[in-house]
């Protein structure tokens, strides 16, 4: 694939506006690193992320908003939340909330957890994009997975330059660091440090803020089995079927449910977490599930599904 490059220009923010709108990635600057972008509520296009990036899982991504008003749309929003927003947004602050049940956010953006991370960034040229689609971008850091955040645009074409539909190749990322990420459990955790520190959320809120050590392995995928199990038994790799399981299939198979019946990773990545929820709620208490390829997405896919099956607490 072609990278298009964009410059700053009202046509070219308009022109990354229908890229997303399309379906298609775009990377663009935030003043902390760049991100990433992908319509939030486009199952296909979140997965392209994670294709793009090389993920070997599917970590929670952060949504990206223009206002307020988009933000409360999307999530359960508490008067915490107001203060913080007043005080710091736009800018490199990320609040985890509950998500509503009728934002309409890809299951793949909050990796099936019930809350999602959610910001208004301070760049023009994001603040201009997200005006222009109208609509939340999921972003993570525009690097290949394992690889350093980007701060300029040949960070990010050194490793996505053919693996994305487009990139800003005007703005510059003055942070260098990520958002700051806080959530609420119920009281203010700083899960990620950031710029805006403890202490700067500690005198808006007039409360102590706390900070989780470690907190990416407490928020990582592997220790939230909980979030991910399905009340059903999960039996992987079926080459065959078994009476009484329901069959979540990938390929050319008979199945009540088809991740993708072209064998197609991306898409099977997409419809990955709703599909799991959707056969859960079947009648049946066993789930077997087609072998999808380890390579790709697939990977992802695989780990995913591994922890779906692994024995419960
Ligand atoms: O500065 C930033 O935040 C950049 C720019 C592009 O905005 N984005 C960024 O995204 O750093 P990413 O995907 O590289 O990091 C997202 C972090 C991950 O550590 C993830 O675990 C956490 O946010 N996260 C996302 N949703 C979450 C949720 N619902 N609960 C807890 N943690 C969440
Ligand atoms: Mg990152």
């Known amino acids: 694939m072609y990278t298009q490059r964009l410059g700053s220009s009202q046509h070219d923010i308009e022109k990354a506006a229908e890229i997303l709108a399309k379906g298609g990635l775009v990377a663009f600057p935030t003043e902390t690193v760049f991100g990433l972008g992908a319509d939030a509520c486009d199952d296909l296009a979140v997965a392209k992320i994670y294709e793009a990036k090389g993920r070997p899982s599917f970590n929670p991504l952060i949504v990206h908003v223009s206002d307020v008003g988009m933000a409360k749309r999307l999530v359960e929003w508490n008067d915490q939340a107001d203060h913080l927003a007043h005080a710091f947004w736009p800018g490199p602050l990320t609040l985890v909330l509950p998500m509503r049940t009728d934002a309409g956010v ?3 953006v909050s990796a099936g957890l019930p809350t999602v ?22 972003a993570p850091s525009a690097n290949l997975s ?14 996505l330059d053919g693996r994305i539909d487009a990139i800003f190749t005007e703005g510059h990322s003055e942070n260098g ?10 009281n203010p955790t700083i899960l990620r ?9 500690s005198s808006v809120l007039d409360q102590p803020v706390a900070r989780l050590e470690h907190a990416d392995n407490i928020i990582a995928p592997g220790q939230m089995t909980s979030h991910y199990a399905p009340r059903a038994a999960v039996r992987l790799d079926a080459k065959d079927w078994h009476a009484g399981e329901k069959r979540l ?16 990773l991306v898409e099977a990545a997409a419809n990955l977490f ?3 929820h959707q056969i859960d709620d079947m009648d ?3 789930i077997a599930v087609s072998p999808i390829p380890n390579h790709g997405i697939g990977i992802a896919i695989n780990d995913r599904l591994s922890r779906a099956a692994a024995p419960r607490d």
């Not at 394992?146 to 490793?159: F, Q």
């Not at 660091?177 to 119920?186: G, K, N, Q, R, Y």
């Not at 440090?193 to 700067?200: E, F, K, N, S, V």
Request: hydrophobic share 40%; proline share 9%.
């Open 106 to 108: 890809s299951k793949l």
């Open 249 to 264: 299939g990938f390929g050319d198979v008979t199945c009540e449910l088809n991740l993708s019946p072209t064998g197609d």
């Open 177 to 186: 660091v990520e958002s700051t990420i806080l959530h609420f459990d119920p």
């Open 117 to 138: 991370a959610i910001r208004i960034p301070c760049h023009p040229i994001a603040q201009s994009m997200l005006r222009a689609f109208d609509g939340p971008v999921a």
């Open 146 to 159: 394992g690889k350093i955040s980007p701060t300029r645009a040949d960070h990010v074409l050194n490793g």
């Open 193 to 201: 440090p950031g710029t805006i520190t403890a202490a700067d959320i």
């Open 274 to 276: 709703a599909m799991l």
């Open 284 to 286: 049946g208490d066993r």
